[in-house]
């Protein structure tokens, strides 16, 4: 089956300037999540939706962060406007059971 | 609050040797525990669960809640097994993933 697939796998932009990330999950999956990897760290959830609602985004800086999941299909994450401490690799995963995460290859976000 | 702890950023073994990884949990009740890897150019995947009880190349982890720990074993390191080793748990009642800082194991030959 094809995998959890991330555009774009690169972005570079300066502080004060929005980005937006897209993901698409395995077919079939109902839940999806965001992560947030800094340098040297694990990831960390951002958003974890159930089909198209939030479950849990307690850790979702939401003054600049939103994230959508129209359709429970494909979901998009944007930062409006980026800070410097926001340069990551953001990660995106989907499950059909709990624990199974499957995760897509990454976008690592520069910001200068 | 909800931790994993990886004590070892770094750990480095000879080939052959055997290797352990330790993995630490803070939480109650019956969190679920696991191991991710991420070899070199590729995805984070999941290396095993601590509820199916498997080996998955040649590795294992045993759940010691005594001691809140998931340590990953495996008897003879191989090269292949060079990678980054994250710890993760699913906190009871949860389905998110907390994670580990993480290990980069590297096999000497």
């Known amino acids: 089956e094809a995998g959890v697939a991330q555009s774009p796998r690169y972005k570079i932009i300066e502080k004060r300037q929005s980005v937006a990330f897209w993901c698409n999950p395995i077919s079939g999956h109902a839940t999806l999540y965001w992560y947030q990897q800094i340098l040297g760290q694990g990831p960390k959830l951002l958003i974890q939706f159930q089909n198209n609602g939030v479950v849990d985004d307690s850790q979702l800086p939401k003054d600049r962060f939103s994230a959508e999941r129209l359709k429970g299909v494909d979901s998009t994450l944007k930062i409006q406007p980026a800070k410097l401490e926001d340069s990551a690799v953001y990660l995106c995963?989907?499950?059909?059971?709990?624990?199974?995460?499957?995760f897509g290859p990454g976008t690592r976000l520069t910001v200068l | 609050a909800q931790r994993v702890t990886q004590p070892e950023k770094l750990l480095s073994v000879f080939k052959g040797a055997p290797v352990e990884l330790k993995c630490n949990y803070s939480?109650?009740?019956?969190?679920?525990l696991f191991w991710y890897v991420q070899y070199s150019r590729q995805r984070l995947q999941l290396l095993l669960r601590h509820i199916s009880r498997e080996s998955i190349k040649g590795f294992t982890a045993d759940l010691n809640k005594g001691e809140t720990s998931f340590h990953l074993k495996k008897p003879f390191a191989q090269e292949e097994d060079s990678a980054m080793y994250y710890c993760?748990?699913?906190?009871?009642?949860?389905?998110?993933?907390?994670f580990g800082q993480g290990t980069r194991l590297t096999i000497n030959p």
């Open positions: 939480y109650s009740g019956s969190p679920e």
């Open positions: 993760a748990s699913t906190p009871s009642g949860a389905q998110k993933l907390v």
């Open positions: 995963a989907s499950s059909w059971t709990i624990g199974e995460q499957f």
